[in-house]
């Protein structure tokens, strides 16, 4: 844990050291790279967070920094219809996720079909789902709109269920006088870890989730006004199968559907963008056993944000977001009732207002400053948090350094 | 100093500072889109412009693979010819290329330092599209016309 702290400070040093002595006119290492089919890139950062109550991501009421990501990833276009590509990617978030390196992708894609309106391609491999606006990049801070994505679409307590698919992936794009339409369809089986359980059993049984099934994942965009105008629809289906343990007392053999599907809006102007995003999550729990508490349920979250670009360099961003673990039963009375009040009904909603602060001090380095305002704990993960013990109202302040090569 | 006196000089200053980030460039100084002589065309349309520039669109008409170059993102000149021959952002330009790199669907244009290394980068890679102000006489490399 220390070594990989340890490492990305390094890696932050030298790839600072490097981007400064980029300014001066000599091709740097990292640039002569970058060859003619052969490129390797890479980014680094480091979070401290620092929350009123309550954890997240490790935070605590003294700040901590314990949320730091480092990703290096190679592409060689063998020529132009074949690329392959990788990254590995190592990310540290307390206790939700241990720093040890990952195949976070690792694909082939074929281009079939090429015109100038057009393209027609497969994917194969271990692809990110290409869900909403952000989860593709979603752990790359360059891409975010501010250091934390909107939990209440992409829950950091629950990354990997909708992160990537081993799988294959079809894609087309067409470009018409009225606009861009781009497609993606694929299947697979989805890429699993422990939060899985977290989030969805509440604990960490004896027993694991195994993928069940194939995983369906696609999305539908259309663009328009150059590219000022984005529309999307995204969705992912997938059937988890739990394994009990050997050690009683287990869950029984159960299975649970979920599904994720997600509208998103954006409107590019020079200096400000609006984004808005709307998303569904059926779940559906059967045969865990008679003492299992969930069985159908619909979650729900929306935000709305804008973003103001001050200066080239600098951009301002606000954002409000509303999540619900039940849309039927949004003031969680219900959910916490069932469970005879054992969790506060204000675990299963959150409101959140978020403000934050970007500066690109130049293309390599970036800082960041987030203050948000929660009011209910629904985004947070009971695998570091006592779920008697959360307090309804809080405030989470993050700074973030963050690299790229 | 009394606090009102502060505040207008702090005011004055924050918006000399802003009106000088956010005056636009002039409007009449031009762009021309170069490529390497063997690409094969002499006029694109804006529509494929944005294509072949966002990585999109990998091969030209002939069969030559594209070789994008492109200036820094806060260079004047990579501004106006994003705007104005592309009709995009600069900003949006690097959000596709961002999510094509780091999802691993896609490459990165190759970065240039200046107009110089741009002509000769240009020049001396085939199947190359750049930009530059002007293109000098003997230069190697052919104007592109975008319509």
Redesign the interface.
Known sequence: MALIVRLAMWLLLLLSAAAVAGEGRVPSLWERLQGDRLQIHGFASVTGVKTSANRFLGSTRGGAVNFIEVALNASYQFNPRILFSGQILARRAASMSNGSPVLDYGLVDVTLAETVTGRFGVRAGRLKNPLGLYNETRDVPFTRPSIFLPQVIYFDKLRNMILSTDGLMLYGDLATRYGDLSLTLGGGQAVLDENVEWVFLGANYPGKFVPHGLTWVGNLWYSAFHERLRLGLSGITSTLGYRPGQSAPDLDAGQMQISDLILSAQYNAEHWTLTSEYSRLPLEWRGFGAYFPYRKSTGEGYYLQGTYRVLPTVDLVLRYEEGFADRRDRNGVQASAALGGLIPPSDYFAKIWTFGVRWDINPQVMLRADYARHQGTYTISTRENDPAALAKDWDLFALQIAVRF | MNSVHWWRQCATAASVL?LA??SAPPALLAQEVIVHPGVGVTT?TT??A??YLTL????W?N?V???VFVL???DPLH?RFSNTV???????LR??W??Q????????P??V??EAEMLWRVASTPGAIGYVESVPAGASVRPLEVR
Do not use: C, H, M, W
């Open positions: 802003l980030q956010l694109i529509n494929e944005r294509l999109r669109l990998k091969t008409p069969g693979p594209v070789k820094p993102d806060g501004r592309l009709g995009l952002f600069p900003y949006q959000r596709v961002d999510r790199l780091f999802s691993g669907t896609g490459q990165a190759t970065a330092a200046s």
